[in-house]
């Protein structure tokens, strides 16, 4: 097999001196749809966080490998350029720059190259339209005021003009209403092909609804608890983790 | 992995290439090192002051050998009086071409995109090479209107005199602290300003200040008068390349708002980092009048600066909007006074500092409410960013409220670079330095966009160095 794309090994993860994450495994191949999900307080945020590279988690033990390149001490901006991309279960609020202009910075810093203005700005129109986000947001200093749903689909935008190798979502479709997840997922669709592999956090069936999950993985407790296809999704929306637990 | 570096520095020093050139010191007139009444008679003469001033800068001496170097503020220690070289006069006259401009100083005044700008905007331009001013232009509609714009030697020669010798440090006296003091010996250069009843001077004015000579002195007096129901927008910026020896800035800014008139005065210092600056700025407002300050202050080793607005005439007004940013080896004192005399005026001040690489950063404000300013207002607020443990940055407020007819209020915040912030831009391939940056110049923005364009370009360059232009 060649070399995934993500691979994850025995991660430990703490926080303040705490440990959360107690020895992950997980490996994602190219062009994979994998799924993350577990209750509330077991570490989802945490790992795709450290996997990031978010500086207040501490790798005590195991290693990230990205391309197959050791990441576990990279910074998160390298990381990025490698082409990993994080969508924020609470994404900031950035006074001073515009969305466009941010978005525009970001697309520079991970290609190396600054897009061409009229090229970039026709795109991002474009998107935008496709998110359902009206053009005046453009405008708008990044994510400063936006709803719940608004900053998601800041995520999303940011996610179709950067490009990633490998998106990391984490609760997108939380917040939004129900016709947005589906443009959401329409998104992710038109971004997702044999070489762009996802990861994402939900506690809904939603938004996996068109995409075709290779992998689902169930948290709990920091470690991965049960492994399986599609099929586990079903068993979790309709019997509560408490069932997926029961069988492992 | 390593816990989040504190420590590290976020914005780089600013580039200070455009200011740091040097021009030769070739000046036509020197006067000796220190402060005597020998020199200052010296200028005096030199200057063909009228009696009058020459007997007022004499008094000034006297006043400024009572008075005691400030002990409240920063220290000053650095300065030494007798190494200051109070007056240099360039090599020129004034011109009100800049074809006439030597081409040395020509130059320098191009680097800092003077000329340019009054091409590109401006109503008059005035521009001061160390003591003396090299240039004053006005445009001609703005002249016909009856606005008077030139250098203040050359009104205490004209019409104005008498109007100059009834305001000159009537705001501002010399008794006021030493380097008021000092101010009244040994001034020299600046502005005049006469804006007459019912003109609106629909585009700025703007002086800039350029101090060349090492170890020198700038001691320029702007003199701004506007007559009732007027408008003014005054624009002023300093700059100085860096010497090893200390400098000198002790200015003074007297402006006379009349009733119902609106004055404006903007300003991006950039002095040197051995630079001291103890300017001093007042403002005293008619009936129905507005003094605005926007203030941006980025260089100096250490300043004292605070601007005060006399509300003197009932439903008065002022304005400031102040930015001050300190790096290495910088000790910035800034803030705003404020003296509402007069029932139903009003006060609104909001600053932001910024405070790095050990720098202090602080923001010092004094609202005095007199009796017989009932039914008035103020509010005060300071948000200060520390970047990093070893920067301060304090807030340092007065009042003094003598009617229980006034609403007043007082925020200050003290926050640093929240690391949510920096990780979400980081994980869009941001640097580190390049993240912190784009937050120091959101943090910044709401000052910037009070400032005239190319100075809040100028203040975000200074600020986003280290992005280079890869911010739109
Ligand atoms: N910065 C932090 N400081 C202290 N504790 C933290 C921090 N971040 C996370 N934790 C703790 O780590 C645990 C895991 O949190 P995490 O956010 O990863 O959960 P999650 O699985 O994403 O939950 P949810 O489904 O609610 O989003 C929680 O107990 C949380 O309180
Ligand atoms: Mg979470």
Redesign the interface.
């Known amino acids: 097999m060649s070399t995934p794309l993500l691979k994850i090994e025995g991660l430990h993860v703490s926080v303040d001196e705490k440990e959360i994450l107690h020895g992950v495994d997980l490996e994602i191949g190219a062009g994979q749809v994998h799924v993350l999900m577990g209750p509330n307080g077991t570490g989802k945020s945490t790992l795709v966080?450290a996997v990031?590279?978010?500086?207040?988690?501490?790798?005590t033990e195991g290693r990230i490998y990205f391309k197959g390149e050791d990441v576990?001490?990279a910074?998160?901006?390298e990381?990025?350029?490698m082409g990993m991309?994080?969508s924020?279960q609470a994404?900031?609020e950035?006074?001073?720059?515009t969305l466009e202009?941010?978005i525009?910075?970001?697309c520079?810093?991970?290609s190396g190259k600054?897009p061409k203005l009229f090229a970039f700005r026709r795109e991002l129109r474009e998107q935008m339209a496709r998110l359902g986000l009206d053009e005046s947001y453009a405008e708008r200093?990044l994510n400063v005021g936006f709803s719940g749903g608004e900053k998601k689909k800041s995520e999303i935008l940011?996610l179709l003009m950067?490009k990633p190798a490998l998106a990391l979502l984490d609760e997108t479709d939380s917040g939004l209403d129900v016709d947005a997840v589906r443009t959401v997922t329409e998104g992710i669709k038109a971004w997702h092909n044999a070489e762009n592999s996802l990861l994402i956090i939900t506690h809904n069936a939603k938004i996996l609804e068109g995409l075709d999950v290779d992998h689902v993985h169930v948290l709990s407790k920091g470690l991965i608890v049960r492994q399986g296809g599609a099929e586990l999704v079903r068993e979790i929306t309709e019997g509560g983790f408490a069932s997926v637990k029961e069988e492992d | 992995?390593?816990?989040?570096d504190t420590e590290k520095t976020v914005v780089a020093d600013i580039d200070r290439t455009v200011y740091d050139i040097k021009d030769k010191v070739d000046a036509a007139y020197e006067v000796s090192s220190g402060l005597t009444e020998e020199i200052v008679r010296d200028i005096s003469r030199e200057k063909n002051d009228p009696d009058w001033m020459r007997d007022f800068r004499l008094k000034s001496l006297e006043i400024y050998e009572k008075l005691p170097i400030p002990d409240w503020g920063p220290s000053i220690e650095g300065l030494d009086m007798k190494n200051i070289v109070t007056y240099v006069r360039p090599k020129t006259g004034m011109s009100a071409t800049w074809a006439q401009v030597p081409e040395d100083i020509k130059n320098t005044f191009e680097r800092l995109g003077i000329p340019q700008a009054e091409r590109s905007g401006l109503a008059g331009v005035g521009a001061q090479y160390d003591s003396e001013v090299v240039y004053h232009n006005v445009r001609k509609e703005v002249e016909d209107q009856g606005v008077v714009y030139t250098d203040l030697e050359s009104a205490l020669k004209g019409p104005y005199e008498g109007m100059i010798r009834d305001h000159f440090m009537h705001l501002v006296p010399p008794t006021d602290h030493k380097f008021a003091a000092l101010h009244g010996a040994v001034w020299s250069g600046g502005s005049f300003v006469y804006v007459p009843a019912g003109v609106s001077v629909e585009i700025p004015l703007q002086s800039y200040f350029r101090l060349n000579a090492p170890g020198a002195g700038q001691f320029e007096h702007t003199l701004i008068i506007v007559d009732k129901n007027a408008y003014l927008h005054f624009i002023e910026g300093c700059s100085a390349p860096k010497y090893n020896v200390a400098n000198l800035h002790a200015g003074c800014v007297e402006i006379f708002v009349g009733e119902g008139s609106r004055v404006r005065y903007s300003t991006i210092e950039n002095w040197s980092k051995n630079m001291y600056n103890l300017n001093t700025k007042r403002a005293t407002v008619g009936k129905g009048g507005t003094i605005e300050w926007v203030s941006g202050s980025f260089g100096s080793h250490t300043s004292y600066l605070y601007p005060m607005s006399i509300l003197a005439g009932e439903k008065s007004r002022m304005e400031f909007t102040g930015i001050t940013f300190a790096g290495a080896g910088q000790e910035l004192d800034t803030g705003a006074k404020v003296l509402h005399a007069a029932p139903g005026t009003s006060s609104h001040v909001t600053t932001k500092s910024i405070a790095r690489d050990g720098g202090v950063s602080n923001f010092r404000s004094s609202v005095v409410i007199s009796e017989k300013a009932a039914g008035s207002k103020s509010s005060v607020s300071c948000e200060s960013l520390m970047l990093d443990s070893r920067s301060r940055s304090d807030t340092i407020p007065a009042m003094d409220i003598r009617t229980d007819k006034a609403d007043v209020g007082h925020e200050a915040k003290i926050g640093r670079i929240?690391?949510?912030?920096v990780?979400?831009?980081?994980?869009?391939?941001?640097?580190?330095e390049?993240?912190k940056a784009?937050?120091v110049?959101?943090?910044?923005?709401p000052i910037a966009k009070e400032l005239p364009l190319e100075y809040a370009v100028e203040m975000n360059n200074l600020i986003h160095l280290e992005m280079k232009g890869?911010?739109?």
Do not use: W
């Open positions: 966080s990031m590279g978010d500086p207040r988690f501490t790798v576990t001490e910074k998160t901006d990381r990025a350029r991309f994080l924020f994404p900031q950035i006074p001073g720059i202009n941010f525009r910075t970001a520079g810093a991970v600054q200093y940011q950067m | 992995m390593a816990a989040f929240s690391e949510d912030a990780f979400y831009l980081m994980s869009r391939g941001l640097s580190e390049d993240a784009l937050i110049g959101g943090f910044a923005e890869s911010i739109g």
